[in-house]
């Protein structure tokens, strides 16, 4: 995953080599005779080493299409919606609620995010039959736009990777997937838990790694969701009622391959990829955990700690990110401010837009994304397609950077050649990147789920 040029790039070289070979062979036959066996090894060598670049290199991995849910309307959760639920809930104590109204009103979320379907529903207490309605609703929407983009059958695909953070019920979601779609008998699936808002992120990772250990052309499925029904929180707990304000309804389902042909037909190709795992600090461990309050309600606190960890693990990854990203220039620059930090000061942060021209950012709440702004040393500009995903959409989990890929191709901003980052932050603690390029320019598809709304951003979110 790390090539530095193109496979085309590769081959050009690689034949230009031949042929500087050939040429310098005809000169030194005429010139010098007693050479010839020496070039001539050096020819075979070469014509060797091409032979074998060309048997065993890796596929690319490819992007082909991608699909984010988008609920029906009638599931919108407007602050008027938000403050009836809660002032109807026998739960929640009043001090609770204004916490959570002031959480909300200062959130960056705006009026057209997406609730779970209790919400909803005369009974305000969530049952496993809810989460389940919610993660099918998601899912079903998602797959079934996707293989009607993609133009691809489910009697093709051979891996399904299904990644929700806090909802793992039995049979799996994955195993949902398979007797949906009447999937092949020997169809591989995954199904990842616990990983929090970085499992998309990951959940492609996964799906590279498995594809390039094939040397059989393949397809794999991902599905990123998340469940809020079963992780509603309804105790005191400061900490854990942020949860209730700021997450919200999403899913996106991507389909990735191998197949070199399909290449004309993909969105982009993956260049990079990059997990950092940061668990073995206690703090960083702690920091978004999932536990009982002391009345014996589960939920996951947010700690005030949270940013901070962000932070500093942010400035770690990077440190691995940057030696493979970053032209020449900025990586010198960058090498010589970390050598010449003494003192306990910080190396100074290379400039990652010379590196990239779009940024999917960790859309996890307003001080998520104005912490990495600050770490990373970005204008407003930047930071615009999280900022405007989180007004519109919430914080989505771990489908949230597909929330953002979206905004850039209703904006009609990414033009075949450009590079893309996406950064995801998640517990445990973990930083997960990926870095695409594109191979076509962006397109206005009938289901982006902005397609009703992007001439009306970006907006003033805070």
């Not at 040029?5 to 007693?34: E, G, R």
């Not at 079963?230 to 389902?253: E, K």
């Amino acid at each position: 995953m790390k090539p530095l040029l193109s496979q085309v790039h590769l081959l050009k070289l690689s034949f230009l080599v031949l042929l500087s070979f050939t040429t310098l062979l005809l000169h030194t036959t005429l010139s010098y005779p007693h050479l010839v066996p020496l070039l001539l090894s050096c020819a075979a060598c070469a014509l060797f080493y091409l032979l074998h670049h060309l048997l065993t290199r890796p596929h690319p991995i490819l992007l082909l299409n991608y699909s984010c849910y988008k609920p029906p309307n009638h599931r919108k959760c407007t602050y008027k919606v938000c403050e009836e639920f809660v002032r109807h809930s026998a739960h929640l104590t009043h001090e609770s609620i204004e916490f959570m109204r002031n959480i909300y009103l200062k959130s960056g979320l705006g009026d057209e995010t997406y609730a779970p379907p209790f919400i909803f529903e005369d009974h305000s207490h969530p049952t496993l039959k809810c989460a389940v309605q919610e993660a099918q609703e998601g899912m079903f929407s998602a797959v079934d736009s996707l293989l009607s983009k993609a133009q691809i059958g489910p009697n093709l695909i051979d891996h399904v990777i299904v990644t929700c953070g806090s909802f793992s019920p039995s049979p799996s979601l994955s195993s949902l997937v398979v007797n949906r779609y009447k999937l092949k008998p020997d169809v591989k699936t995954y199904n990842l838990s616990g990983m929090g808002c970085s499992s998309g992120v990951l959940a492609i990772d996964l799906a590279s790694r498995v594809l390039r250990s094939s040397r059989k052309v393949q397809y794999a499925l991902v599905i990123v969701t998340e469940s809020i029904s079963l992780n509603w929180y309804f105790g005191d707990n400061r900490s854990m009622l942020v949860t209730n304000c700021i997450f919200r309804v999403g899913c996106a389902a991507a389909m990735i391959t191998n197949d070199p042909k399909r290449r004309r037909v993909a969105k982009m190709e993956l260049v990079h990829s990059l997990r950092t795992h940061h668990g073995a600090d206690e703090g960083a461990y702690r920091a978004a955990f999932q536990e009982e309050d002391g009345k014996g309600n589960t939920g996951i606190s947010l700690t005030k700690d949270l940013i901070r960890v962000a932070g500093v693990n942010l400035r770690e990854h990077i440190k691995v990110l940057a030696p493979r990203v970053l032209p020449m220039s900025q990586l010198a620059q960058y090498v010589y401010s970390a050598v010449v930090a003494v003192g306990g000061k910080k190396a100074v942060v290379p400039n990652f837009t010379a590196a990239f021209e779009h940024m999917c950012v960790h859309t996890g709440g307003k001080a998520v994304i104005e912490q990495v702004g600050r770490v990373l040393r970005l204008d407003d500009s930047v930071t615009e397609p999280a900022r405007m995903s989180l007004h519109r959409f919430g914080n989505t989990s771990c489908s949230l950077v597909f929330y953002e890929l979206a905004y850039f191709e209703a904006k009609q901003r990414v033009k075949r050649g450009d590079r893309m980052w996406m950064l995801a932050f998640g517990t445990g603690f973990k930083v997960g990147s990926l870095v695409w390029r594109w191979l076509r320019d962006a397109s206005q598809e009938s289901d982006n789920p902005w397609s009703d709304c992007i001439d009306a951003y970006p907006v003033k979110a805070w």
